[in-house]
Structures are given as C-alpha cells and as structure tokens.
C-alpha cells in the first residue's frame, strides 16, 4: 500500500519548538535540496575541549527574533550551491519541525536570509516521501492549524 502524501502549498508557517519559534514563514522549495533557516550571531566556540555552534535564529530586524543564543553539538559543515550558482560552506543542525500537527526531524543549514522574503526555506529532502506540492495553495499547515 502506497503512503498518503500530505497536499502542502508554496509557502507555509512552521512549529521549531526546540527553537522557541511558532508560526515561522516558510517557502516551500523544491529546487532547493537542503532546508536553510535564517541565522545570526553564528560562532564556532570551544567548551570543555569540546567544539558548539552558538547561533540566533533571525535576526533583530525579524519581528520574531528573541535574542536567544542557542547552542548545537550535534552539527557539521556542508557546501551549499546557491540558485546563482555560488557555492558557499554552511553549518548544518538537526531540529524539530511542525507541519500539520505532525512533528518532524528536519536539517537546517545556518544562512543570512536577512534579504529574502521568507526566513525558511523548506527543500526537498525534507519534502520527499512526506508532501505533495500544490502550486495553486498556500498555508495548509497554518489554516488547518487555526480552524
């Protein structure tokens, strides 16, 4: 038997409860591999012999950021080719995301999106096997989320 896909619009907003964010914009992205939220403050530091990644998600000109320095053990570094063609090297979390009352673990590169319109972009890595994108829909998760 064949899996359901859940019907996700272009764009959408998103749970990071291990964030402390809610109702996050976020675009749906299936010409990108990778996931990438919008990060700030991002230091590689050393505690107890040990390498962290502290970082901000957002920025102070995003009416959510919250000035919370969250720090990832569990990250490493990946070459991200972006839409122009510029290949960059970016950290890489783990998290929990929420779609559809549904909480997923999803990979997040750290990127200064300060620029674009959307904090999040959700790739289709994490999409496969779980979504299918209508074109013509948007904030399924949110509107089903608030009814």
Same mark, same amino acid.
């Given at each position: 038997?064949?899996k359901?896909?859940?019907?996700?619009?272009?764009?959408?907003?998103?749970?990071?409860p291990?964030?402390?964010i809610?109702?996050?914009?976020?675009?749906?992205?299936?010409?990108a591999?990778?996931?990438?939220?919008?990060?700030?403050?991002?230091?590689?530091?050393?505690?107890?012999?040990?390498?962290? @990644?502290?970082?901000?998600?957002?920025? +102070?000109?995003?009416?959510?950021?919250?000035?919370?320095?969250?720090?990832?053990?569990?990250?490493?570094?990946?070459?991200?080719?972006?839409?122009?063609?510029?290949?960059?090297? #970016?950290?890489?979390? +783990?998290?929990?995301?929420?779609?559809?009352?549904?909480?997923?673990?999803?990979?997040?590169?750290?990127?200064? #999106?300060?620029?674009? #319109?959307?904090?999040?972009?959700?790739?289709?890595?994490?999409?496969? #096997?779980?979504?299918?994108?209508?074109?013509?829909?948007?904030? @399924?998760?949110?509107?089903?989320?608030?009814?």
């Open positions: 038997m064949k359901q896909l859940i019907v996700i619009g272009t764009h959408d907003k998103i749970d990071l291990e964030l402390g809610e109702d996050l914009e976020c675009k749906i992205d299936t010409g591999f990778t996931s990438t939220i919008h990060c700030s403050k991002i230091n590689l530091v050393v505690r107890d012999g040990k390498q962290q @990644l502290d970082f901000c998600v957002l920025d +102070k000109w995003h009416p959510q950021f919250n000035d919370v320095i969250h720090t990832a053990t569990d990250f490493w570094e990946k070459k991200v080719k972006s839409s122009n063609g510029v290949s960059e090297t #970016r950290y890489v979390i +783990k998290t929990k995301a929420v779609l559809f009352g549904t909480t997923y673990p999803i990979s997040f590169t750290l990127s200064n #999106r300060r620029k674009m #319109r959307f904090p999040v972009l959700i790739g289709k890595k994490f999409l496969k #096997r779980k979504f299918l994108v209508d074109v013509s829909k948007k904030d @399924l998760s949110f509107n089903q989320k608030t009814v």
